[in-house]
């Protein structure tokens, strides 16, 4: 059994680097004085923009991507505001719609997360709008997208790892983790001397945390040899304190890094692959939607459900989303054999060739 990296090291952090007393620091807590950096998942998007940026003109350069030149940059622009506002509400109407239309300015001042699925709905609905505004094939659009997504998985559930989110169910492997306890909303868990259990609310207009008691629905430890906390309950004025410590999960399986392994790297292989052989517009967005939806479906059978959400018919939301997916993506593929239509015919604006200066150049007929 291992330990998270928060429960063994009071001054972790997932701030990748920060500056403080006068050097740089790594994966340590900012003092009050200090400046802070990156987080792994400011590095981990970042990285996949980039990658985004050069995978697409790769593309082009090689008449995979078949857009005009000017609007390689736009369509990576469009992709990342679609994965932004798709995976924000899907976030909340799938996982949290109390207190995401309790107060809707919540949705863009409390980072509490983005939903994969959202993020994907985002992409298809927005490049719907985008091919017609560039009048180019919607599934030719959407078939840039699978690669990219492959690439990004394992940088984003290594990031959630080191934020000890999205654990496992129990389990009695030696590889097992425990993580700190979180509620809904990623709110940390407590327990007083008697075993009740909190979260910890932090409200929105910076005042005093305090404690509301929660019930967590899965096996918990409470840390007796962490430093006690004085906390309020229910409310910053209620006059009511305890005194709590903090709490971790039961050894969970490590479930996020076997979604890097197998939505990320498993699925980047067979991405390639099928990028590499099909010239048919909309295979690639079929092939996704089904690999995807089908290695989601078995990995989330070791990852626990969010707090507080359980099964629905036995399988997560995010499993019955991911049926939904495959069958999605049997149907493309049923239309994209049927429909026919290849990559080499869609039309595409040449770049011309020119020289230093923009001069065209001259006398080099036959080189490409």
């Known amino acids: 059994m291992f330990d ?34 990156p987080s792994v998942f400011h590095v981990a998007y970042g990285l996949i923009f980039l990658f985004a940026l050069w995978f697409t003109r790769r593309a082009w350069r090689r008449g995979d991507f078949r857009v005009p030149d000017r609007a390689v940059l736009d369509s990576v622009l469009v992709a990342v505001a679609a994965l932004v506002i798709g995976g924000r509400l899907m976030e909340a109407v799938i996982y949290n719609p109390a207190y995401y239309f309790e107060k809707p300015s919540r949705l863009v ?6 939903t994969i699925h959202g993020m994907i709905l985002g992409v298809i609905v927005a490049f719907w709008f985008w091919a017609r505004w560039i009048k180019r094939p919607w599934f030719h659009l959407l078939d840039q997208t699978p690669v990219i997504v492959a ?4 940088l984003g559930r290594l990031a959630n790892f080191l934020a000890g989110d999205l ?7 030696p590889w097992g983790v425990r993580f700190p306890m979180r509620g809904p909303l990623f709110r940390p868990v407590v327990a007083n001397a008697r075993g009740d259990t909190f979260v910890v609310v932090s409200p929105d207009t910076g005042q005093t945390a305090y404690l509301q008691p929660w019930a967590p629905d899965q096996g918990i430890e409470v840390l007796k040899d962490t430093p006690f906390l004085h906390y309020p309950v229910n409310a910053p ?9 903090q709490v971790a999960t039961t050894p969970r399986h490590p479930s996020q890094l076997y979604q890097a392994v197998t939505e990320g790297l ?3 292989i067979v991405m390639l692959l099928v990028r590499r052989k099909t010239r048919l517009v909309g295979v690639q967005s079929g092939v996704f939607l089904v690999a ?24 997560t939301r995010g499993q019955l989303l991911c049926l939904g997916m495959v069958v999605a993506g049997a149907a493309v593929l049923v239309w994209a054999r049927r429909k026919g239509q290849k990559i080499e015919d869609i039309p595409r604006d040449p770049a011309p060739a020119t020289g230093s200066g923009g001069i065209p150049r001259t006398g080099e007929a036959g080189k490409s």
């Not at 001042?109 to 983005?114: D, E, P, V």
């Open 167 to 173: 654990w496992g169910r129990e389990t009695s492997l």
């Open 237 to 245: 004025d209620s006059g009511v304190f305890e005194l709590v410590q």
């Open 151 to 154: 690439f990004g998985t394992p």
């Open 292 to 315: 995807y939806g089908l290695l989601r479906l078995g990995s989330e059978f070791f990852r626990q459900p969010e707090p507080g959400l359980g099964y629905l018919a036995g399988l």
């Open 109 to 114: 001042l409390n980072a509490s997360g983005y």
């Open 266 to 268: 498993v699925l980047l």
């Open 4 to 37: 998270h990296p928060y429960l063994t090291d009071p001054e972790f952090s997932t701030t990748v680097v920060s500056w403080a007393d006068g050097g740089l620091h790594f994966f340590r807590r900012v003092p009050e004085h200090g400046i802070a950096g």
